[in-house]
């Protein structure tokens, strides 16, 4: 495995620590940035000792190593045996000693796996704190939607806003959580629907709409589970009124026969004016983005082709569904009306699967574009402007927001000339079969995470200016190191099985969004085994989706988080990637793109964590009843599906069979909120 050296972990404990520093105001920064320095200067003393009992959880001070990793062990085992089993706990109790369990809930709602008959696929109930980590364990869980204030603490006002929540999606069900207090999550209400398959959940700003999921369940590409988690396959949107986080209610849905949705996303526009006097009249306007798996099919029987990306606008709002109005109000104020598709030009892409997998919307920080971050699979990364819907309904796509893309990245050339040419910065210099070939990490991509914001050397916008060092200026307007201020998107492949490799997570410059480029690249570390016990030279997937990467988020200072299936949640550092690439003239060309770079620059391993149940509970899987026999985990644990990062430095992994775990890494420990563990307590 490549680790971080002491030195640069020693130098990335400073660097963190000089960021965690608040200063009082800019006045006071010289004085301030003296202390900082004195403390720096201490450091190699006094780090050990006033981390220790974070960085190795409770363990004896003296087992301590300046490098988190470097005591690692492999937790990635491909094979089964007398020595390993993929649905033992024992066996995957692993972290680096950097990564430690804050708090975690089995999901346990009242005792009870469903609600009473009545309920079904209407109304959620409310949750009681008594059945925390009690049995029975309902299990199935998928993404995660974390939303709120998070850098007022969580705080709640008295008008009744504020808080933080996370929201679960759960095949039949979702759960709502408060986690306002991330060492003492609380399970408020689950909703729960027999003839559901949910796998995907957003949520508005406000905390007020969930959007979900009924995924394809009726074809070939993913067919109807044989076990009693069988359903109708019924493929849909759902939308849920949590405004009463005790009691949230269905009021919408859409079908979208043949097919189903996959993730989607969300936005609500309040610089949009449609020329419709009926709508006008509305302050802000709600656009569902919908990713239908099947974009090349003739939906249903109306003989009309609609794309991969489906776009619908919501006239009147989610506010025109509020469980106070009459049935009839309602009913009336549920129409949806398709606005635009988009599906990626076949000339576009090498050939290979074209996917609609994932959507993710993000303003973007330089441009201000509303962007959409699709995954295509083999047709890659596509960045689509939906900035401005047209006045008129588009609903076949024939030019919104078709015409609107913008950037792409392929490991090979799409084009005959420009950026995406051959000679040109936007692909990888592969060529079409290589860029296809998942033995070699390629193909599939699967997932993609915009950056938020802008990172320079490590830190963020969101840090002091007092704390920038000389290559970042006074910040991304600097007419000298402005340049230095780099945006990236990640994205990532998933594979059911590979006989060679868990694919790369993948950080692709998108400072310029017309402009992508490849930066560096990271698998998971180590070597595989096989099952002559000979050596591999990295890891591969043997079936069932074992190791392959899924759900990820990004931090505040260029950190990464990516849930890896059975493998765990992994974290890296990203935030030096543009201090650390070798140009071929020595200086930084950005205009040329992958063309100017003669070396990656690395992307840094910091930790990881094996979500394997509470560690203060014996005989987890038989005190809170896991369903270890349930197939669609690959009757493995851990699996980490969902995951998602609190930017107060809390990391919330949803795993398919236990539940939701919150973990920190030391480095992203913040003396403004202190949440230390307190579940022996409980």
């Known amino acids: 495995m490549v680790v971080e050296s002491e030195a640069h972990a020693r130098r990335a404990a400073e660097e963190k620590l000089m960021r965690r520093i608040t200063f009082l105001d800019e006045s006071a920064a010289t004085q301030q940035q003296m202390i900082v320095y004195a403390i720096v200067g201490l450091i190699s003393f006094s780090l050990i000792s006033t981390a220790a009992w974070f960085a190795l959880g409770g363990r004896d001070p003296g087992e301590i190593d300046i490098d988190p990793t470097a005591n690692w062990i492999d937790p990635v085992i491909e094979i089964e045996d007398e020595n390993h089993s993929h649905n033992s706990l024992i066996d995957h109790e692993m972290s680096t000693p950097n990564a430690q369990l804050i708090d975690y809930h089995n999901l346990n709602c ?125 493929n849909r949107l759902d939308v849920l009124y949590v405004g009463n986080k005790l009691e949230p209610i269905k009021v919408a849905e859409w079908n979208n026969p043949p097919a189903g949705f996959h993730n989607q996303d969300l936005n609500v526009y309040c610089d949009w004016e449609p020329s419709n006097p009926l709508w006008s009249g509305e302050e802000c306007h709600l656009f569902l983005y919908g990713s239908d798996p099947y974009p090349e099919l003739v939906e249903g029987s109306t003989g009309t082709f609609y794309k991969g990306t489906q776009i619908f606008y919501v006239p009147l709002g989610f506010e025109s569904w509020l469980p106070t109005q009459s049935d009839e109000q309602q009913n009336q104020s549920r129409e949806i009306i398709r ?21 993710v919307f993000s303003e973007h920080p330089i441009t201000g574009q509303k962007l959409l971050y699709i995954s295509y699979w083999g047709a890659g990364l596509r960045i689509v402007d939906v900035s401005n819907p047209p006045q008129l309904p588009d609903p076949e796509g024939i030019s919104w927001p078709q015409n609107n893309e913008i950037g792409r990245w392929l490991g090979c050339p799409t084009a005959d000339e420009g950026w995406y040419g051959p000679e040109g910065g936007g692909h990888a210099d592969m060529t079409a079969d290589e860029w ?25 916008e969101l840090d002091p200016v007092a704390i920038y060092p000389k290559s970042c200026g006074v910040g ?141 509970i014996d005989d987890a899987p038989e005190t809170l009843e896991y369903d270890m026999a349930d197939c669609w985990a690959s009757c ?42 307190i579940y022996p307590l409980e």
């Open 339 to 359: 606005w635009g598709g988009y599906t990626p030009q076949e000339d576009t892409h090498c050939g290979g699967s074209v996917f609609n997998h994932d959507h």
């Open 436 to 460: 296809l070939d998942s033995n070699q990490g390629n193909d599939n991509i699967h997932y993609a995470v915009p950056y938020d914001h802008l990172v320079c050397s490590g830190i963020s």
């Open 110 to 234: 009242d005792g009870n796996v469903k609600p009473p008959p009545e309920l079904d696929n209407v109304a959620g109930r409310p949750c009681f704190p008594e059945y925390k980590n009690t049995a029975p364990t309902p299990g199935d869980n998928s993404e995660i939607s974390i939303e709120g204030n998070f850098m007022d603490d969580c705080a709640k006002y008295p008008d009744g806003t504020g808080g933080c929540y996370a929201y679960v999606s759960s095949y039949n069900q979702i759960e709502i959580l408060d986690i306002s207090r991330p060492n003492n999550i609380t399970l408020l209400s689950t909703y729960y629907a027999e003839i559901a398959r949910i796998i995907d959940i957003k949520v508005t700003k406000d905390n007020n709409w969930v959007l979900i999921n009924h995924e394809l369940t009726n074809s070939e590409l993913d067919p109807i589970p044989n076990d009693d988690d069988a359903n109708s396959g019924t």
């Open 476 to 616: 991304p307007l600097d007419p000298t190191y402005g340049g230095n201020w780099r945006h990236y998107t990640i994205i990532a492949p998933e594979y059911g099985s590979n006989s060679n490799h868990t694919g790369y997570i993948w950080t692709i410059d998108t400072t310029d969004p017309t402009k992508p480029f490849l930066v560096s690249k990271w698998r998971l570390p180590g070597e595989g085994t096989l099952e002559n016990g000979s050596k591999h030279p990295q890891h591969y997937i043997p079936g069932g989706y074992i190791y392959s990467p899924h759900n990820g988020d990004t931090g505040t200072g260029g950190e990464v988080y990516w849930a890896h299936y059975h493998a765990g949640a992994w974290v890296t550092d990203h935030g030096k990637i543009w201090d650390d690439l070798v140009w071929e003239n020595g200086v930084p060309e950005p205009e040329r793109g992958f063309k100017a770079i003669s070396q990656l620059a690395e992307t840094r391993t910091i930790g990881y964590f094996l979500a394997t149940g509470p560690d203060w």
């Open 636 to 677: 493995m644990i851990p699996f980490n599906w969902g995951l998602a990062y609190d930017p107060r430095g809390f990391i919330f992994i949803s795993e398919m069979v236990s539940g939701v775990y919150v973990v920190q890494m030391e480095s992203d420990r913040d003396a403004r909120y202190p949440y230390h563990p």
